[in-house]
T-cell receptor, first 116, second 113 residues
Framework: NAGVTQTPKFQVLKTGQSMTLQCAQD?????MSWYRQDPGMGLRLIHY???????DQGEVPNGYNVSRSTTEDFPLRLLSAAPSQTSVYFC???????????????FGPGTRLTVL | GDSVTQMEGPVTLSEEAFLTINCTYT??????LFWYVQYPGEGLQLLLK?????DKGSNKGFEATYRKETTSFHLEKGSVQVSDSAVYFC????????????FGKGTRLHILP
């Protein structure tokens, strides 16, 4: 199993550009989520999905869109990049968030995004 | 709402020292509790977890006990190594209440040889 994969690893954007961060998992996990990690702020939840076709907002959703057309993929779209979106982005998945035995989250390696 | 509070870092220790990283939580339901570790340049990975009161999670010499009476889940290790240098996150998942996992802000640990 490849686990959770993210592409690209690094990206530099100019203000106003749009792009999609890719996330895929091959563990047949129902639950997927996107976090951003900023110094001194820990991890903040952007969007999450409890299954294909279902998405919901997290703590900091503004400026980001997601979709979940398949169980495997959960892309994160930046609509019009801003310097405040400079961060490290992590995708994570788990079998289920509703059963204690199975709700370990598996994280991807991250995407480091810089917006100039 | 639910929340996790952990001690601020950085924490700097010498090799073979005893480690404690404090974590307390607020939750109205029956959360599962986790410690995740992030090594430099990597994503987070699960270190240990506990799913009910008085459970003890353990892994790689680290331990944490789910204390409902003090709403705590402190991480301990008896003898740290340089390779334990990382950022440690306490987290909770209140699975009976909603679909979110809540993370603390992380504690950076430096171990000196």
């Amino acid at each position: 199993n490849a686990g959770v994969t993210q592409t690209p690893k690094f990206q530099v954007l100019k203000t106003g550009q749009s792009m999609t961060l890719q996330c895929a998992q091959d563990m047949n996990h129902e639950y997927m989520s996107w976090y951003r990690q900023d110094p001194g702020m820990g991890l903040r939840l952007i969007h999450y999905s409890v299954g294909a076709g279902i998405t919901d907002q997290g703590e900091v959703p503004n400026g980001y869109n997601v979709s979940r057309s398949t169980t495997e993929d959960f892309p994160l779209r930046l609509l019009s990049a801003a310097p405040s979106q400079t961060s490290v982005y992590f995708c994570a998945s788990s079998y289920s968030n509703s059963a204690p035995l199975y709700n370990e989250q598996f994280f991807g390696p991250g995407t480091r995004l810089t917006v100039l | 709402g639910d929340s996790v509070t952990q001690m601020e870092g950085p924490v700097t220790l010498s090799e073979e020292a005893f480690l404690t990283i404090n974590c307390t939580y607020t939750a109205t339901g029956y959360p599962s509790l986790f410690w995740y570790v992030q090594y430099p340049g990597e994503g987070l990975q699960l270190l240990l977890k506990a799913t009910k009161a008085d459970d003890k999670g353990s892994n790689k010499g680290f331990e944490a006990t789910y204390r409902k009476e003090t709403t705590s889940f402190h991480l301990e290790k008896g003898s740290v190594q340089v390779s334990d240098s990382a950022v440690y996150f306490c987290a909770l998942s209140d699975w009976n209440r909603d679909d979110k996992i809540i993370f603390g802000k992380g504690t950076r640990l430096h171990i000196l040889p």
